[in-house]
């Protein structure tokens, strides 16, 4: 990195980080969230065909900062755009898909040093599950490093290493360099037909954390061999952790693995009584009594890296509604990030009534009209930060972290301004920038 280019970044880490906190001071003013840095809307795929995914690559790789767009129109499309520092975005420069296959998942590498840079799970036309180990090269192109069939899908790509999940119980870990492989099941035993789809898994201190709809379990870092024997044992749990359906969730881990935070937000049922549900935060903590390698098998078994269940630490209201953008996103820094759905209305969303009298003796009539953006329902991007982030911290000097669970404020930081939902989003919390996929096949990028 160039001396300029660390000054930039240097002033722009101050700039976000004052931003998180003046929310915290309650001194954050959404409009500023427009015009204090850039807002850019560009469109991503045509003829108003739905964004599914958007995420950033890892910055820097070949000296520039990339998004990478996914659509399905009659087969899907994974699409490259560079972000100039104003936020500016051009052409794509780079594009990849299978005439007739659709991707099931993908899953980036945060590793800009690996020679894979992203891991697609898909259908082929012929209707064969596969996962593609694709290269971005410095042309903007995508190269396959390899590929196999198997019917698990990519959940967490880090190094040479995937997580490979089905919607069940296992999850498989695989060197795709060396062809080392293991199986973990987290329900051997069971016989439940209900779904269990994966929200992420991660790579913990010498252990894997597996975060499904509705369990969190824990495994210790399995030994990989090339060619597992046809009898190999799956893997069983060391620790499992419960809970309602979550329909978001994300694990943050500090850079020694050590520290770990949860955020889950409840599931957005509408047909339950409530219309204000919450996210809730948890701390995983690290178990001190645990050092590798273990002395004995039982220690392995009875004294794992980290203690379960996890501790409640705090919760955060939000709303329930009509949701296509389900991520939230959990910093190292402590910063947490979600988007809160606007109410849903059934088949009058996006109408109001017009008022008029109904003249004697004529049934009752209700009319509609097309809401103005004044009177139409929004969603927000929210955020909040954690009890114990520095970001907490006094002019004093002092971090004072509450006993019990705390309630946080959540703040509002962005309000979508189109008429078309998000889709999906993703966050960098280095640099403060939003990427929101939309229905029509727009990109809005917001920088904070």
């Known amino acids: 990195m160039s001396t300029p280019e660390l000054e930039r970044a240097a002033f722009n880490s101050y700039r976000v980080t004052q931003k998180w906190v003046s929310m915290i001071k309650g001194e954050f003013d959404t409009r500023k969230m427009h015009t204090s840095k850039w807002v850019n809307i560009f469109e991503a795929h045509n003829d108003s065909v739905s964004v599914r995914e958007v995420f950033f690559l890892p910055r820097g790789i070949h000296g520039r900062n990339l998004v990478v767009t996914v659509s399905k129109k009659v087969w899907s499309i994974l699409r490259v755009w560079e972000v100039k520092h104003d936020g500016e975005v051009g052409d794509a420069i780079g594009e990849w898909g299978q005439k007739g296959a659709l991707f099931k998942s993908i899953a980036v590498n945060p590793d800009n040093e690996s020679r894979v840079t992203v891991a697609v799970g898909m259908v082929t036309a012929e209707g064969r599950h596969s996962v593609e180990f694709l290269n971005l090269t410095p042309s903007f192109s995508f190269e396959s490093v390899r590929s196999f069939e198997t019917k698990l899908s990519p959940a967490t790509l880090q190094g040479d290493l995937v997580a490979l999940c ?55 870092m399995p030994e990989l061999h090339p060619d597992p024997p046809e009898d190999a044992v799956a893997h069983r749990p060391l620790s499992k952790f419960e809970y309602d359906t979550q329909d978001g ?68 209201p939000t709303s329930r509604g009509r949701l296509l953008a389900r991520e939230i996103w959990l910093g190292k820094c402590g910063t947490a990030s979600w988007v809160r759905p606007k109410p849903r209305r059934g088949v009058a969303e996006g109408m109001v009534t017009i008022p008029y009298i109904i003249p004697e003796g004529e049934p009752p009539r209700i009319s509609m009209r097309l809401a103005s953006e004044e009177e139409r329902e929004k969603e927000y991007v929210m955020g909040t930060v954690l009890w114990d982030s520095e970001l907490r911290r006094g002019e004093d000097g002092r971090l004072d972290i509450p006993d019990e669970p705390a309630m946080l404020e959540p703040f509002t930081m962005m309000t979508n301004r189109k008429t078309e939902d998000w889709t999906c989003v993703d966050y960098d919390e280095e640099t403060g920038v939003f990427a929101l996929g939309h229905e029509d096949g727009m990109v809005t990028l917001c920088g904070m």
């Open 249 to 316: 969730m994300c694990i943050s881990l500090s850079k020694d693995q050590r520290s770990c935070k949860i955020l889950m937000r409840e599931d957005g049922d509408p047909w339950k009584p409530r219309d204000e549900i919450h996210l809730r935060a948890y701390d995983l903590p690290f178990n001190p009594d645990y050092h590798h390698p273990p002395e004995s098998q039982l220690e392995a078994d009875t004294c794992p890296p980290y203690i379960f269940p996890p501790l409640l630490k705090a919760t955060i």
């Open 166 to 220: 089905d919607a069940k119980s296992k999850t498989a870990i695989f060197n795709w360099a060396t062809s080392g492989y293991a199986l973990l099941d987290d329900d051997h035993d069971s016989d439940t037909l209900r779904a269990q789809y994966i929200h992420q898994v991660v790579f913990a201190y010498e252990s894997v954390l597996v975060a499904r709809y509705l369990s969190l379990t824990l495994f210790a």
